[in-house]
């Protein structure tokens, strides 16, 4: 044992002190992660999208790569059960469109449009409202902005 630390036993004063307290507070892990899983995940509101394909102003090698990922997700099913393209690319279930680029040009925009465009809700996220000063919150609150998404 590291020095200067005591080892602590269960005993029956620390039993006793716990029959004491309310069953709130006696929770276990689980209970309360569970809890703090399902006020994390009330943060994130769906919308629905305002914004469409047809408002949007970007240049044209964008927008080409965007139909491209739409038309991907429009036909998948002719493209990976009809054409059996699932048969050289078996992990093609799912199409991740990485937006990016300096604040104020268009990606939640863009974002909304193709929400608009898929017939499908939209969760704005903002880094600054799901970041924490406690260790390990973070990835907690971007894991549940995912998990109601879903």
């Not at 044209?60 to 059960?81: F, M, P």
């Not at 925009?109 to 903002?126: P, T």
């Amino acid at each position: 044992m590291p020095t200067g630390w005591e080892k602590v036993t269960n005993t029956e004063k620390t039993k006793s002190t716990n029959l004491n307290k309310p069953p709130e507070q006696t929770l276990t892990n689980n209970s309360s992660d569970k809890t703090s899983e399902i006020n994390r995940m009330e943060m994130f509101i769906p919308e629905e999208p305002q914004k469409s394909l047809d408002n949007l102003i970007i240049p044209s090698t964008v927008k080409n790569r965007i139909d491209t990922a739409l038309n991907r997700i429009k036909y998948h099913d002719i493209l990976y059960h009809q054409w059996n393209l699932k048969s050289i690319d078996p992990r093609g279930k799912r199409t991740a469109i990485n937006l990016f680029g300096l604040p104020g040009t268009g990606k939640t925009f863009c974002a909304e449009a193709i929400a608009h465009f898929l017939g499908k809700k939209i969760i704005k996220v903002n880094y600054a409202e799901i970041e924490s000063k406690y260790v390990g919150e973070t990835p907690k609150n971007i894991t549940a902005a995912f998990e109601k998404a879903k």
